[in-house]
């Protein structure tokens, strides 16, 4: 199993300019989980989603879209990139049976807004 | 409103010390209270968890104390080790998914 992948690694964007970032998880994890990580901070969460065609917001959601048409992949779309949106992005993934509510991370995008 | 506080913000501590990490919360809805370990360039990963009808939990050289009462927990490292360095995030959680997370401690365990 590869986990929870995340393209791209890094992204430089323009002000203005439009991403997606990728996200894929090959545990049939039913939860799937957008965080961004500011330099110094802890992760806020951004969006989730329990299931294919559900997705709710979290604690910083404004700027960013998602979706969530299969089990695997939960892409985030940024739409008019901000320097305020500079940042490491996680994606984050776990089982609806996991005990511990263990979230599973992928490796982060890290993308700077110029 | 930062809900979970944690400290301190970096950690030195010798080798086959007691590492200290501290974390304060104000929702009393949390019915659970994970610590993640990141190492530079990866994600974070679930180290070890608590449930708050415990007041401890122990794994290996790891164990978090939980103070209901004073809505805090902390980590203790105990034997630390050069390869325990790593940045470690305090969070809280409820409702499964609405997860909130400490600023995090950078630790640096000295040989």
């Known amino acids: 199993n590869a986990g929870v992948t995340q393209t791209p690694k890094f992204r430089i964007l323009k002000i203005g300019q439009s991403m997606t970032l990728q996200c894929t998880q090959d545990?049939?994890?039913?939860?799937m989980y957008w965080y961004r990580q500011d330099p110094g901070m802890g992760l806020k969460l951004i969006y989730y989603s329990v299931g294919a065609g559900i997705t709710d917001k979290g604690e910083v959601p404004n700027g960013y879209n998602v979706s969530r048409s299969t089990t695997e992949d939960f892409p985030l779309r940024l739409e008019l990139a901000a320097p305020s949106q500079t940042s490491v992005y996680f994606c984050?993934?776990?089982?609806?049976?996991?005990?511990?509510?263990?979230?599973?991370f992928g490796p982060g995008t890290r993308l700077t807004v110029t | 409103q930062q809900q979970v506080k944690q400290s301190p913000q970096s950690l030195i501590v010798q080798k086959g010390g007691i590492s200290i990490i501290n974390c304060a919360y104000e929702?009393?809805?949390?019915?659970?209270f994970p610590w993640y370990q990141q190492f530079p360039g990866k994600g974070p990963a679930l180290l070890i968890a608590i449930r708050p009808d415990v007041s401890e939990k122990k794994e290996g050289r790891f164990t978090i104390s939980f103070n209901k009462s004073a809505k805090q927990f902390s980590l203790h490292i105990m034997d630390s080790q050069p390869g325990d360095s790593a940045t470690y995030f305090c969070a809280g959680g409820y409702n499964f998914n609405k997860f909130y997370f400490g600023s995090g401690t950078k630790l640096n365990v000295k040989p």
């Open positions: 929702n009393t809805a949390f019915d659970y």
């Open positions: 545990m049939n994890h039913n939860y």
């Open positions: 984050a993934s776990r089982s609806k049976d996991s005990r511990h509510y263990e979230q599973y």
